[in-house]
């Protein structure tokens, strides 16, 4: 009797177990294939919920990589999209979170403005001429006042 518990509790484990992602799939430009190409997919929102308290799948569009400038023809296409779609799928499989990815970014870039306009200037300076660059030096300093 133990077997049968055992197994009835496993199936109804694994027959429960929400995907956190759907499988991704490509979208191939409307009814005549004229329009961009691209490969989507839906990933579970780490916050946001239902009104039951399910979580809400959100639809990401994944980047290209300029593949509808690169290739015209539909089986050039094809073939890049579908390396795209599958590489994704195997980076959804390991565990890759697209919000995950996306805290990353905006932890990663917390730079004051003030920071931004030194470094702007830092790189403009080995460019431009000295007069360009003391009326650049000018500009900033005169943003900094009004604005920081």
């Known amino acids: 009797m133990t077997f049968f518990n ?8 694994t027959g429960t177990k929400v995907k956190k992602y ?3 799939k490509i979208y191939k430009g409307g009814k ?7 490969v989507y997919y839906s990933y579970q929102h780490p916050f946001k919920k239902t009104k039951t308290g399910k979580p809400v799948m959100q639809r990401i569009k ?7 400038r690169k290739y015209k023809s ?13 590489s994704l ?4 499989k390991r565990g890759l979170s697209p919000f995950e990815i996306q805290d990353e970014i905006n932890s990663s870039n917390n730079i004051s403005a003030n920071d931004a ?9 080995l460019t431009v001429s000295n007069k360009t660059f003391k009326d650049y030096e000018s500009r900033t300093n005169t943003i900094s006042y009004m604005y920081f």
């Open 6 to 13: 055992s197994a009835l509790e496993n199936e109804y484990k």
């Open 22 to 24: 759907t499988t991704p």
């Open 32 to 38: 005549n294939g004229t329009d961009s190409w691209y």
């Open 62 to 68: 994944a980047p290209t990589f300029n593949l509808n």
């Open 74 to 86: 539909y089986d050039k296409r094809l073939i890049h999209f579908t390396a795209l779609r599958d």
């Open 89 to 92: 799928e195997n980076l959804l």
């Open 117 to 125: 306009l030194d470094y702007a200037l830092s790189i403009k300076k």
